[in-house]
C-alpha cells in the first residue's frame, strides 16, 4: 500500500488544531485506501471546485479530508442539514447553509465573504446535486469572477480511490467558454456513479 501524503497544505493555511480529529482522519485515510495527488496552491483566497458529485459518500470523503489536513475552509450545504446538533457541528467545520428555494443571493453574499476576508477558501460542488442528469451549475465562475479569485479544480476520483487537486483555472468572464473548459477537465473523472454530462457527444 502506498504511503499517504499529508504535506500537501501550505504554512498559511488557517488549521483546525484539532489533534484527535486529524489522527482519525489519517487513520480513515489509510485503512480506506484513498490518497491525495496534487498540492494546496498557497495563495490567499480560492474557490475549490469540486466534482463529479454523484454519493452522500463525497461529504464523507470531504470531511475526512479536512480532518486528514486539519484545515478550515467554508463549504456551502443545503440549509435543512444546519439544524440541531448536527446543524452545530456543521456550522463548527466551516459550513453555510444555503436555502435552494432562494438561491438569487447566495452568489453576491459569496462574493463581499471574499472581499471582507483576507483568506477564504471556499469548497462547493459545482452541480449541487447529486442527480445524474443535471449539469454543472455556473454560479461557481460567477462567484470566483466577482470575487477576482481564481478557481482550484478538484476531484474525487473513485477508480483509483484518489483526492486529487488539480490546476488552478482563472476565470475569463466569458462563463460559457470557462464552463465547457471545466466539463472537459472533469468528464474523465470517475465519481461513483458516471454522470450523463461525462458522455461525449
Given at each position: 500500500m502506498a504511503e499517504v501524503r499529508f504535506d500537501i497544505v501550505?504554512?498559511?493555511y488557517a488549521r483546525r488544531h484539532a489533534p484527535i480529529s486529524r489522527a482519525l482522519g489519517r487513520m480513515l485515510m489509510r485503512l480506506s485506501g484513498?490518497?491525495?495527488?496534487?498540492?494546496l496552491p498557497d495563495i490567499p483566497k480560492v474557490v475549490i471546485a469540486v466534482a463529479p458529485h454523484t454519493t452522500n459518500w463525497d461529504f464523507v470523503i470531504g470531511v475526512m479530508v479536512l480532518w486528514a489536513l486539519d484545515i478550515k475552509i467554508s463549504f456551502l450545504g443545503k440549509h435543512t442539514l444546519f439544524r440541531g446538533l448536527f446543524g452545530k457541528?456543521?456550522?463548527?467545520?466551516?459550513?453555510?447553509?444555503?436555502?435552494?428555494a432562494s438561491?438569487?443571493?447566495?452568489?453576491?453574499?459569496?462574493?463581499?465573504?471574499?472581499?471582507?476576508?483576507e483568506r477564504m477558501v471556499l469548497a462547493l460542488a459545482p452541480e449541487g446535486t447529486?442527480?445524474?442528469?443535471?449539469?454543472l451549475r455556473?454560479?461557481?465562475?460567477?462567484?470566483?469572477?466577482?470575487?477576482?479569485?481564481?478557481?482550484?479544480?478538484?476531484?474525487?476520483?473513485?477508480?483509483?480511490?484518489?483526492?486529487?487537486?488539480?490546476?488552478?483555472?482563472?476565470?475569463?468572464?466569458?462563463?460559457?467558454?470557462?464552463l465547457a473548459s471545466v466539463l472537459n477537465y472533469y468528464r474523465p473523472i470517475r465519481g461513483k456513479y458516471r454522470k450523463d454530462w461525462q458522455r461525449e457527444g
Open positions: 501550505p504554512a498559511s484513498w490518497r491525495f495527488e496534487g498540492d457541528w456543521m456550522h463548527s467545520i466551516g459550513g453555510i447553509p444555503v436555502n435552494r438561491t438569487h443571493g447566495v452568489v453576491g453574499d459569496a462574493v463581499q465573504a471574499f472581499r471582507g476576508s447529486r442527480q445524474r442528469d443535471k449539469g455556473k454560479g461557481f465562475l460567477h462567484i470566483a469572477h466577482g470575487a477576482g479569485v481564481p478557481v482550484l479544480l478538484a476531484y474525487f476520483d473513485f477508480s483509483r480511490k484518489v483526492i486529487g487537486f488539480g490546476p488552478l483555472m482563472s476565470t475569463s468572464g466569458d462563463v460559457d467558454a470557462d
